[in-house]
């Protein structure tokens, strides 16, 4: 059971870091779906909604998700439907029902890494920059690698680019958790091949990208570009899936989700 | 007018569906449907007091252990505790939690609280306190050595395991039912009817398979709860979430060591049963606590609890050996099974003779047939009653070999069954009724005019086998039959009292108990049928074990058959004395009046006695004769209703994943009493038994930990997992069942499993006798197909 | 703490702890409609409104609806009453105890989608488990409702 013994609504990010700083038992709150599944035995809570980290920015050059933005946001941003080939949306709207999307924050789903997430397989496949309080901007695919001691998620930033993208995600029950999750991003010849929930966190398949840039993306190439990717990257069991079960969808996958973005 | 007195059951028969009803076969709306949609404050914890104390329970975190010693001294010590309670303060005799007539066929095997711990979850002490926040600090602080003993986790390997679940001698069983505590054996079963080894030996084909059906969870929304007091007089009252408040009773003075007569059990309004709450996991907690400490107290269990200790469907495995000629004549079947009861028997022998006793009625045409095997108990949750209660498991291994017998011919599955069914007006000696030598005879049975019309919706003709929808996609079609039972035969039974009110309106009082499934609006359409009157001047009342007449509870799909039939020999016991009262206070003889509903009268209908104001004149002094009709009712037989189902999916070939596209129903549940609330029963069942079939598995760890304890983990169907649902009624009639009714509530989940099984097969020729059928099983025998 | 809201157009001051979640709030203070069914956010049965967005209950924490505008079924039962009535019509109105959070969301989704279609109705439903009716009943219920062929 989650306990919390204070409470706090900072007006600024530095005043909420030098409190997350004060305790190691000190946290800030996202939209506290998952906190609250833990023991938790929080200090003080800190609550960002004052900082007004709740939009969608569409500039020039990027667009820019404030960390507490909600994934039913993401879903319904008429931008976001229409940028990246709309696989934002389509990577939230499985995620749990309305009411949960209403209260699961970006930032916490960023920033708690979790493997399981649809977001950050389709986010990783994107030009995506997290912007963190103390340590300044880093690419996602760092941040997903090494994670962050302490500190804030402020915001994240996708470069606009005039991508195709295409999500794919294995699912047994529609409101379950992805057994497997695909993202595909190509710009110009540019690919990121992004999968997720093996079941640990999204990675990366640098090779396989290499591999698909140099081909001609025959039929044949494309699916030894999928088993590259699935070769590269590691899987695990749990109770969703083998590792083998895991592999054999991966590659298929992968080659449909390349095939729709040729 | 409703013609009284028995024979009109035989009427309507006779007549077909010329008799015209009034209420009954009306999609009549539920009677409390638009007050419990609208969020009134009518269940168990709406109505509970806020100063109960709040009961925690610290639950084992072994799957087999003893408690070496127990320290509740720090914990007992946090301000707010009330009383803590372990192994050493309740009384030490046996008992079982099973909702089940006197003597119970479960084995008395537990103790409120016990040295030993059985499964992880089993309960080692009570702790109550002012509040959740107390008693969960308290928890905390109860300090617990064990002596951790090997645990037996595989019931495959139950048997003859060197640790033996129960090793205590006082078990109490009240019959014989095979058990061989050493061998972790809670109860073995044989039926054989005919040789079936000589069949056979001499049948042209063959079929031997080995199915397995898992543990499922029946995640009913409302999860455990209940809360107690003691009244005026000292006696201990509980409302509880039951379905079973007389069997409550019992169950409580029981293992309270208090008589019945101390005990008062209400039951509220219910959110969901599917038989979990045919057994009584969490009504004794309160009790105690209230008894120790004279307070009012409760429990409500939390999803975790309610998926982790309390109980589940029984996982079976079952090997079906047919034997069948060239033709598919089916000669002899064969099922050898093993259950797995978990660490106390529940349900244990019922369960388990169950999954024999109704499904091979279905094949009557086999010379020979044989149901046996063993239900073994294992470190793990009790198993329990769970909708379908072994039929559902039974169905899902015969129904499966039925089709694989059919692919191993060539023939097609609707086929195989149109040649082997059973039809009404046939006998069969496992049918319940029979006695030796004298085997009981189907009076209903629409099954096959149930095929027919599956056929034609799913639009079998043009879909069976398979149809290829891209290079990755195939869709197929299968089916699979069943039967259930309506009450349990010479053993349950069921009263209803109707009271004539002052102002002419009557009360209904029942023991039975609508979980949601419509069961008193339908018991308040066959009063109102009987007593030409409107569903508005019915009330009913329902459970009050103080108040109500004895009901077993609505359980082996029961209520509408066996407390139907007991609805209408009340009402028909009303009619006869409001027509006895009426023709006195008229002055004329019963002869030669009338009852319509309204009115008492002479036969031209010049001399009259309204129904109100013969209410008003019988309880006053003049008449000093308030009317109470009254009937009790226990079936002989157990009419079983059919259902056909039909399964299309489409299969992704690289994926293995499986879209349920359409699935078809067609239900003889005999008169369907309301087309609307059947529907529903049938469409809430089947959409069990398609979560039972692809995404629902109770998972332990390897130390006996359940993991799909939360909704996370287990995966009940969303509204996206479904496809299509068409569910249509062939109505047969049946003249033991309430104007023609059989039941309905069970059947419905039972054809789902095997139906998509044999879709699946048909779609991509893969088999998947091991439920739920998940995608992983179906790409890894998809991948074995291509690499054969 | 004590926080100011508005539940169904009342003003309300509720003394709540930092680690009280909403829907054991409501109970509290008497919303007996809002019913919990699991305790990890997954079946919608907490639903309620926060400034007119369906949200999980169980999964707010009290202390963050300071200022806001609450509502549940009690605050909203003339509409209810319309829509149970196409639900119970249907039979489709069984155990009862998911329907005040059913019924949240689907009021919220006529408010919010503009002539949906049955894949976006069953959509913004999902969050929302029924384990007695099968759905169907239910589907029917909110296309007549809505008016949806």
Same mark, same amino acid.
Request: proline share 3%.
């Given at each position: 059971?989650?306990?919390?013994?204070?409470?706090?609504?900072?007006?600024?990010?530095?005043?909420?870091?030098?409190?997350?700083?004060?305790?190691?038992?000190?946290?800030?709150?996202?939209?506290?779906?998952?906190?609250?599944?833990?023991?938790?035995?929080?200090?003080?809570?800190?609550?960002?909604?004052?900082?007004?980290?709740?939009?969608?920015?569409?500039?020039?050059?990027?667009?820019?998700?404030?960390?507490?933005?909600?994934?039913?946001?993401?879903?319904?941003?008429?931008?976001?439907?229409?940028?990246?080939?709309?696989?934002?949306?389509?990577?939230?709207?499985?995620?749990?029902?309305?009411?949960?999307?209403?209260?699961?924050?970006?930032?916490?789903?960023?920033?708690?890494?979790?493997?399981?997430?649809?977001?950050?397989?389709?986010?990783?496949?994107?030009?995506?920059?997290?912007?963190?309080?103390?340590?300044?901007?880093?690419?996602?695919?760092?941040?997903?690698?090494?994670?962050?001691?302490?500190?804030?998620?402020?915001?994240?930033?996708?470069?606009?680019?005039?991508?195709?993208?295409?999500?794919?995600?294995?699912?047994?029950?529609?409101?379950?958790?992805?057994?497997?999750?695909?993202?595909?991003?190509?710009?110009?010849?540019?690919?990121?091949?992004?999968?997720?929930?093996?079941?640990?966190?999204?990675?990366?398949?640098?090779?396989?990208?290499?591999?698909?840039?140099?081909?001609?993306?025959?039929?044949?190439?494309?699916?030894?570009?999928?088993?590259?990717?699935?070769?590269?990257?590691?899987?695990?069991?749990?109770?969703?899936?083998?590792?083998?079960?895991?592999?054999?969808?991966?590659?298929?996958?992968?080659?449909?989700?390349?095939?729709?973005?040729? | 007018?409703?013609?009284?007195?028995?024979?009109?059951?035989?009427?309507?028969?006779?007549?077909?569906?010329?008799?015209?009803?009034?209420?009954?076969?009306?999609?009549?709306?539920?009677?409390?449907?638009?007050?419990?949609?609208?969020?009134?404050?009518?269940?168990?914890?709406?109505?509970?007091?806020?100063?109960?104390?709040?009961?925690?329970?610290?639950?084992?975190?072994?799957?087999?252990?003893?408690?070496?010693?127990?320290?509740?001294?720090?914990?007992?010590?946090?301000?707010?505790?009330?009383?803590?309670?372990?192994?050493?303060?309740?009384?030490?005799?046996?008992?079982?939690?099973?909702?089940?007539?006197?003597?119970?066929?479960?084995?008395?095997?537990?103790?409120?609280?016990?040295?030993?711990?059985?499964?992880?979850?089993?309960?080692?002490?009570?702790?109550?306190?002012?509040?959740?926040?107390?008693?969960?600090?308290?928890?905390?602080?109860?300090?617990?050595?064990?002596?951790?003993?090997?645990?037996?986790?595989?019931?495959?390997?139950?048997?003859?395991?060197?640790?033996?679940?129960?090793?205590?001698?006082?078990?109490?069983?009240?019959?014989?039912?095979?058990?061989?505590?050493?061998?972790?054996?809670?109860?073995?079963?044989?039926?054989?009817?005919?040789?079936?080894?000589?069949?056979?030996?001499?049948?042209?084909?063959?079929?031997?398979?080995?199915?397995?059906?898992?543990?499922?969870?029946?995640?009913?929304?409302?999860?455990?709860?209940?809360?107690?007091?003691?009244?005026?007089?000292?006696?201990?009252?509980?409302?509880?979430?039951?379905?079973?408040?007389?069997?409550?009773?019992?169950?409580?003075?029981?293992?309270?060591?208090?008589?019945?007569?101390?005990?008062?059990?209400?039951?509220?309004?219910?959110?969901?049963?599917?038989?979990?709450?045919?057994?009584?996991?969490?009504?004794?907690?309160?009790?105690?606590?209230?008894?120790?400490?004279?307070?009012?107290?409760?429990?409500?269990?939390?999803?975790?609890?309610?998926?982790?200790?309390?109980?589940?469907?029984?996982?079976?495995?079952?090997?079906?050996? @047919?034997?069948?000629? %060239?033709? *598919? /004549?089916?000669? +002899?079947?064969?099922?050898? #099974? $093993?259950?797995?009861?978990?660490?106390? !028997?529940?349900?244990?022998?019922?369960?388990?003779?169950?999954?024999?006793?109704?499904?091979?009625?279905?094949?009557?045409?086999?010379?020979?047939?044989?149901?046996?095997?063993?239900?073994?108990?294992?470190?793990?949750?009790?198993?329990?009653?769970?909708?379908?209660?072994?039929?559902?498991?039974?169905?899902?291994?015969?129904?499966?070999?039925?089709?694989?017998?059919?692919?191993?011919?060539?023939?097609?599955?609707?086929?195989?069954?149109?040649?082997?069914?059973?039809?009404?007006?046939?006998?069969?000696?496992? @049918?319940?009724?029979? %006695?030796? *030598? /004298?085997?009981? +005879?189907?009076?209903?049975? #629409? $099954?096959?005019?149930?095929?027919?019309? !599956?056929?034609?919706?799913?639009?079998?003709?043009?879909?069976?086998?398979?149809?290829?929808?891209?290079?990755?996609?195939?869709?197929?079609?299968?089916?699979?039959?069943?039967?259930?039972?309506?009450?349990?035969?010479?053993?349950?039974?069921?009263?209803?009292?109707?009271?004539?009110?002052?102002?002419?309106?009557?009360?209904?009082?029942?023991?039975?108990?609508?979980?949601?499934?419509?069961?008193?609006?339908?018991?308040?359409?066959?009063?109102?049928?009987?007593?030409?009157?409107?569903?508005?001047?019915?009330?009913?009342?329902?459970?009050?074990?103080?108040?109500?007449?004895?009901?077993?509870?609505?359980?082996?799909?029961?209520?509408?058959?066996?407390?139907?039939?007991?609805?209408?020999?009340?009402?028909?016991?009303?009619?006869?004395?409001?027509?006895?009262?009426?023709?006195?206070?008229?002055?004329?003889?019963?002869?030669?009046?009338?009852?319509?509903?309204?009115?008492?009268?002479?036969?031209?209908?010049?001399?009259?006695?309204?129904?109100?104001?013969?209410?008003?004149?019988?309880?006053?002094?003049?008449?000093?004769?308030?009317?109470?009709?009254?009937?009790?009712?226990?079936?002989?037989?157990?009419?079983?209703?059919?259902?056909?189902?039909?399964?299309?999916?489409?299969?992704?070939?690289?994926?293995?994943?499986?879209?349920?596209?359409?699935?078809?129903?067609?239900?003889?549940?005999?008169?369907?009493?309301?087309?609307?609330?059947?529907?529903?029963?049938?469409?809430?069942?089947?959409?069990?038994?398609?979560?039972?079939?692809?995404?629902?598995?109770?998972?332990?760890?390897?130390?006996?930990?359940?993991?799909?304890?939360?909704?996370?983990?287990?995966?009940?169907?969303?509204?996206?997992?479904?496809?299509?649902?068409?569910?249509?009624?062939?109505?047969?009639?049946?003249?033991?069942?309430?104007?023609?009714?059989?039941?309905?509530?069970?059947?419905?989940?039972?054809?789902?499993?095997?139906?998509?099984?044999?879709?699946?097969?048909?779609?991509?020729?893969?088999?998947?006798?091991?439920?739920?059928?998940?995608?992983?099983?179906?790409?890894?025998?998809?991948?074995?197909?291509?690499?054969? | 703490?004590?926080?100011?809201?508005?539940?169904?157009?009342?003003?309300?001051?509720?003394?709540?702890?930092?680690?009280?979640?909403?829907?054991?709030?409501?109970?509290?203070?008497?919303?007996?409609?809002?019913?919990?069914?699991?305790?990890?956010?997954?079946?919608?049965?907490?639903?309620?409104?926060?400034?007119?967005?369906?949200?999980?209950?169980?999964?707010?924490?009290?202390?963050?609806?300071?200022?806001?505008?609450?509502?549940?079924?009690?605050?909203?039962?003339?509409?209810?009453?319309?829509?149970?009535?196409?639900?119970?019509?249907?039979?489709?109105?069984?155990?009862?105890?998911?329907?005040?959070?059913?019924?949240?969301?689907?009021?919220?989704?006529?408010?919010?989608?503009?002539?949906?279609?049955?894949?976006?109705?069953?959509?913004?439903?999902?969050?929302?488990?029924?384990?007695?009716?099968?759905?169907?009943?239910?589907?029917?219920?909110?296309?007549?409702?809505?008016?949806?062929?």
């Amino acid at each position: 059971m989650l306990t919390i013994k204070d409470y706090v609504l900072p007006k600024t990010l530095e005043e909420a870091y030098t409190i997350l700083n004060l305790n190691k038992n000190n946290a800030i709150l996202g939209g506290c779906a998952f906190l609250r599944l833990g023991s938790k035995q929080i200090e003080t809570a800190i609550d960002l909604s004052d900082l007004a980290l709740k939009y969608i920015n569409e500039k020039d050059n990027q667009i820019e998700i404030g960390a507490m933005t909600t994934l039913r946001e993401i879903e319904t941003s008429p931008v976001l439907q229409k940028k990246f080939s709309g696989i934002l949306p389509e990577s939230v709207k499985n995620v749990g029902g309305v009411q949960l999307r209403n209260i699961v924050t970006v930032g916490g789903t960023v920033y708690s890494r979790y493997g399981f997430s649809d977001l950050n397989t389709a986010l990783l496949s994107l030009d995506t920059d997290v912007v963190l309080h103390r340590k300044g901007r880093i690419s996602l695919e760092e941040f997903l690698e090494k994670g962050a001691q302490k500190d804030i998620l402020e915001k994240i930033i996708i470069r606009k680019t005039k991508c195709q993208a295409s999500f794919k995600m294995m699912r047994n029950s529609a409101a379950d958790y992805a057994i497997l999750n695909v993202a595909v991003s190509k710009n110009d010849n540019d690919w990121k091949i992004a999968v997720g929930a093996r079941p640990q966190r999204a990675k990366i398949a640098k090779e396989a990208g290499k591999y698909l840039a140099g081909s001609k993306k025959t039929n044949e190439e494309i699916e030894e570009a999928a088993v590259i990717a699935t070769k590269e990257l590691a899987f695990g069991s749990n109770t969703r899936g083998s590792k083998e079960y895991r592999e054999s969808i991966c590659k298929v996958l992968v080659k449909r989700a390349i095939m729709e973005v040729i | 007018m409703y013609r009284v007195y028995g024979a009109a059951k035989g009427c309507q028969k006779i007549l077909g569906g010329s008799v015209k009803m009034r209420v009954i076969n009306k999609a009549i709306p539920k009677i409390d449907g638009i007050d419990i949609a609208t969020g009134k404050a009518v269940y168990t914890d709406d109505l509970s007091s806020n100063n109960a104390l709040v009961i925690k329970i610290l639950r084992s975190p072994h799957a087999f252990a003893r408690i070496k010693s127990i320290n509740t001294e720090r914990a007992q010590e946090v301000p707010g505790v009330e009383c803590i309670l372990t192994y050493k303060d309740v009384p030490g005799v046996r008992f079982t939690l099973a909702g089940q007539s006197y003597p119970e066929p479960s084995p008395y095997d537990r103790l409120i609280l016990d040295e030993y711990v059985r499964y992880v979850g089993d309960e080692v002490a009570i702790i109550a306190a002012v509040d959740e926040k107390t008693a969960l600090k308290a928890l905390k602080l109860v300090e617990v050595e064990y002596e951790v003993f090997e645990p037996v986790l595989d019931f495959e390997e139950a048997e003859g395991h060197p640790s033996i679940v129960h090793t205590e001698d006082d078990i109490h069983l009240n019959m014989d039912i095979g058990m061989n505590r050493e061998k972790n054996i809670a109860s073995s079963y044989k039926l054989e009817i005919g040789d079936v080894d000589s069949e056979l030996a001499e049948s042209d084909i063959i079929v031997e398979k080995t199915y397995y059906t898992q543990a499922q969870a029946h995640a009913m929304m409302e999860t455990y709860r209940a809360f107690s007091y003691l009244d005026h007089n000292g006696r201990l009252t509980i409302v509880s979430s039951t379905q079973i408040p007389f069997h409550v009773r019992g169950i409580v003075a029981r293992a309270l060591q208090i008589p019945q007569s101390k005990v008062r059990v209400i039951k509220p309004r219910i959110g969901g049963g599917f038989g979990g709450k045919q057994t009584a996991s969490v009504e004794i907690f309160p009790a105690l606590v209230t008894l120790k400490t004279g307070k009012p107290a409760k429990i409500i269990y939390d999803r975790k609890e309610t998926f982790s200790s309390t109980t589940s469907r029984h996982a079976m495995r079952i090997t079906v050996k @047919l034997g069948a000629d %060239k033709e *598919g /004549n089916i000669k +002899a079947i064969d099922m050898q #099974a $093993l259950s797995d009861t978990g660490a106390y !028997g529940e349900h244990a022998p019922t369960v388990f003779s169950v999954a024999g006793h109704k499904t091979l009625p279905l094949y009557n045409k086999a010379q020979a047939v044989r149901y046996m095997g063993n239900v073994v108990y294992t470190n793990k949750m009790p198993a329990g009653a769970l909708r379908g209660y072994g039929v559902t498991q039974g169905t899902f291994a015969l129904e499966s070999a039925i089709n694989e017998l059919a692919a191993e011919l060539n023939m097609d599955p609707v086929v195989i069954r149109e040649k082997n069914i059973i039809k009404e007006g046939e006998t069969n000696p496992i @049918l319940e009724g029979s %006695k030796d *030598g /004298n085997p009981a +005879a189907l009076e209903s049975c #629409a $099954l096959e005019s149930c095929i027919k019309k !599956g056929k034609e919706l799913i639009r079998w003709h043009e879909k069976y086998p398979r149809k290829v929808i891209s290079d990755t996609k195939v869709r197929g079609v299968g089916m699979a039959i069943t039967m259930q039972g309506s009450g349990i035969g010479g053993i349950d039974t069921a009263s209803a009292v109707i009271k004539l009110n002052n102002d002419g309106f009557y009360t209904l009082l029942l023991g039975s108990t609508d979980m949601g499934t419509g069961s008193d609006t339908i018991l308040a359409q066959i009063a109102a049928e009987v007593l030409d009157t409107t569903m508005d001047r019915i009330i009913i009342h329902a459970a009050d074990t103080d108040i109500s007449p004895y009901d077993t509870g609505s359980y082996a799909s029961s209520t509408a058959y066996v407390t139907g039939n007991a609805v209408i020999k009340a009402a028909e016991d009303m009619r006869k004395k409001i027509v006895g009262s009426g023709a006195k206070l008229l002055g004329l003889s019963e002869k030669e009046v009338e009852f319509d509903g309204e009115f008492i009268k002479n036969i031209n209908g010049k001399q009259k006695l309204s129904l109100n104001e013969l209410a008003q004149r019988l309880i006053s002094g003049e008449g000093k004769n308030q009317l109470i009709g009254m009937g009790t009712f226990g079936g002989e037989t157990s009419p079983p209703p059919f259902v056909a189902g039909f399964a299309e999916v489409e299969v992704d070939k690289e994926t293995g994943k499986i879209d349920l596209i359409n699935y078809v129903a067609v239900v003889d549940c005999g008169t369907v009493i309301n087309p609307n609330l059947a529907r529903i029963q049938a469409e809430g069942g089947l959409v069990q038994g398609i979560g039972l079939a692809m995404y629902e598995d109770v998972q332990y760890s390897e130390r006996g930990k359940m993991n799909s304890n939360t909704f996370m983990q287990y995966k009940i169907p969303c509204r996206k997992d479904i496809g299509k649902i068409t569910v249509s009624f062939e109505s047969s009639y049946e003249p033991t069942g309430p104007f023609g009714a059989k039941s309905i509530g069970e059947v419905v989940i039972n054809t789902p499993a095997p139906a998509i099984a044999n879709a699946v097969y048909n779609a991509v020729g893969v088999n998947v006798r091991k439920l739920p059928i998940t995608p992983e099983k179906v790409l890894k025998g998809i991948m074995e197909l291509i690499s054969e | 703490m004590k926080i100011k809201v508005i539940i169904n157009n009342q003003n309300m001051e509720l003394d709540v702890a930092y680690d009280e979640f909403l829907a054991d709030t409501l109970r509290r203070y008497g919303f007996l409609s809002v019913k919990k069914g699991c305790d990890t956010g997954s079946c919608g049965l907490c639903t309620v409104w926060v400034d007119d967005k369906p949200v999980l209950s169980c999964a707010t924490l009290s202390v963050r609806i300071n200022g806001k505008k609450i509502t549940t079924i009690e605050g909203v039962q003339k509409e209810a009453k319309e829509f149970a009535e196409y639900l119970v019509n249907e039979g489709a109105e069984q155990c009862g105890f998911c329907s005040p959070g059913f019924i949240m969301t689907v009021l919220a989704m006529k408010r919010e989608l503009q002539n949906p279609t049955v894949e976006e109705i069953t959509h913004y439903l999902t969050g929302n488990l029924c384990r007695c009716t099968g759905y169907m009943g239910q589907l029917r219920a909110v296309k007549k409702y809505l008016g949806v062929v």
